[in-house]
T-cell receptor, first 110, second 115 residues
Framework: GDSVTQMEGPVTLSEEAFLTINCTYT??????LFWYVQYPGEGLQLLLK?????DKGSNKGFEATYRKETTSFHLEKGSVQVSDSAVYFC?????????FGAGTRLTVKP | GAVVSQHPSWVICKSGTSVKIECRSL??????MFWYRQFPKQSLMLMAT?????????EQGVEKDKFLINHASLTLSTLTVTSAHPEDSSFYIC???????????FGSGTRLTVV
C-alpha cells in the first residue's frame, strides 16, 4: 500500500542553520504530498502541500518540491528559528486516505 | 477558512468507563471524516474512515466494538472509546475531508488518559 518514509530524528540545529528533512514515498497512483507541523501541545497544522510533479509548496520560509523521479518531497528551510521547534510530518493522500511519516522532531537552539 | 472543532481537548477517565470524542466541521460539510491515533513518538495511525450516513470503515487491527464511530450528519462525527483501559491512553485526532487531494482539515486533538 501507499506509504511515507521520513528521516528519523531528533534533529537539533542552531538558530539560522539550514534545515533539510528527507521524505520519500511509495504510491500506486499520483498522490498529493503534504508537510504538517505539530507544535508542543497543539494539533497538526498544514505547513505546505504539492499536488503534482514539480510543484513546489512553500510557507513561512519552508519549501518542498514534489519530485516524481525520486519519489521525494524533502522539506527545507534556509535559516531556522527557535520558534520552528516542533514535530514535522510528511504525508500523502491518494484515494482519500492520508498516510503519514513517522514524524521528525526538530529542536532549534539559540 | 475551514475549521474543525474537536472536543474535548483532554479527558481523564477511570478504567472501564466510556468516553465520547466529538469532531465537528464548523463552516463546511464533510462527507468523510478520519480518525487517527497518535502513539508517543510515533506517527499518526489511521483508525477508521467515517462516511456520513453509513458504517465506518476500520483499519486492520482496530477493534470496531471498542472504538465506536458515528457520523450522523455532514458536520459531526463522534468516536466513543468503550470500556476504556490504560492502554487506550493516547492522542486522538480527527480530520475532515473537503475536496479531493486538497482539503483536509484537522481537529486540535484529544488527549485521553485512562487511569
Amino acid at each position: 500500500g501507499d506509504s511515507v518514509t521520513q528521516m528519523e530524528g531528533p534533529v537539533t540545529l542552531s538558530e539560522e542553520a539550514f534545515l533539510t528533512i528527507n521524505c520519500t514515498y511509495t504510491a500506486t497512483g499520483y498522490p498529493s504530498l503534504f508537510w504538517y507541523v505539530q507544535y508542543p501541545g497543539e494539533g497538526l497544522q498544514l505547513l505546505l502541500k504539492a499536488t503534482k510533479a514539480d510543484d513546489k509548496g512553500s510557507n513561512k520560509g519552508f519549501e518542498a518540491t514534489y519530485r516524481k523521479e525520486t519519489t521525494s518531497f524533502h522539506l527545507e528551510k534556509g535559516s531556522v528559528q527557535v520558534s520552528d521547534s516542533a514535530v514535522y510530518f510528511c504525508a500523502l493522500t491518494s484515494n482519500n486516505d492520508m498516510r503519514f511519516g513517522a514524524g521528525t522532531r526538530l529542536t532549534v537552539k539559540p | 477558512g475551514a475549521v474543525v472543532s474537536q472536543h474535548p481537548s483532554w479527558v481523564i477517565c477511570k478504567s472501564g468507563t466510556s468516553v465520547k470524542i466529538e469532531c465537528r466541521s464548523l463552516d463546511f460539510q464533510a462527507t468523510t471524516m478520519f480518525w487517527y491515533r497518535q502513539f508517543p513518538k510515533q506517527s499518526l495511525m489511521l483508525m477508521a474512515t467515517s462516511n456520513e450516513g453509513s458504517k465506518a470503515t476500520y483499519e486492520q487491527g482496530v477493534e470496531k466494538d471498542k472504538f465506536l464511530i458515528n457520523h450522523a450528519s455532514l458536520t459531526l462525527s463522534t468516536l466513543t472509546v468503550t470500556s476504556a483501559h490504560p492502554e487506550d491512553s493516547s492522542f486522538y485526532i480527527c480530520s475532515a475531508h473537503r475536496d479531493r487531494g486538497l482539503g483536509y482539515t484537522f481537529g486540535s486533538g484529544t488527549r485521553l488518559t485512562v487511569v
